[in-house]
Nanobody, 123 residues
Framework: QVQLVESGGGAVQDGGSLRLSCAAS????????AGWFRQAPGKEREFVAR????????YYADSVKGRFTIARDNARNTVLLQMNSLKPEDTAVYYC????????????????WGQGTQVTVSS
């Protein structure tokens, strides 16, 4: 059974930092793109960042560019999201996801999602 398990969420003050981790199990994710999404209360889930299997290519939402860094450790089947200079508007449940590199959607039958971890930033 394939599982993605997020950890590292918590409560911090404005300007603080957190590092989220996503541990994958049940299969290897070669040729899979890994990503982070978030969903704030009353809002739709939104893309945050993604990274290719090799880690050579990353892409960020404009709202987090320059503050967040995505990385992956393929030896440990783990994806990380370092979040610095956090703002109250970053408050959300953060989800890890993985999809085949050849796919254009995160919601196919071959994509996987974690259960999410709460991040709360207070002013």
């Amino acid at each position: 059974q394939v599982q993605l398990v997020e950890s590292g969420g918590g409560a911090v003050q404005d300007g603080g930092s957190l590092r989220l981790s996503c541990a994958a199990s049940g299969r290897t994710f070669s040729n899979y793109v890994a990503g982070w999404f978030r969903q704030a209360p009353g809002k739709e889930r939104e893309f945050v960042a993604r990274i290719t299997w090799s880690g050579a290519i990353t892409y960020y939402a404009d709202s987090v560019k320059g503050r967040f860094t995505i990385a992956r450790d393929n030896a440990r089947n783990t994806v990380l999201l370092q979040m610095n200079s956090l703002k109250p508007e970053d408050t959300a449940v953060y989800y890890c996801a993985a999809r085949p590199a050849a796919s254009s959607t995160w919601y196919s039958a071959n994509a996987y999602w974690g259960q999410g971890t709460q991040v709360t930033v207070s002013s």
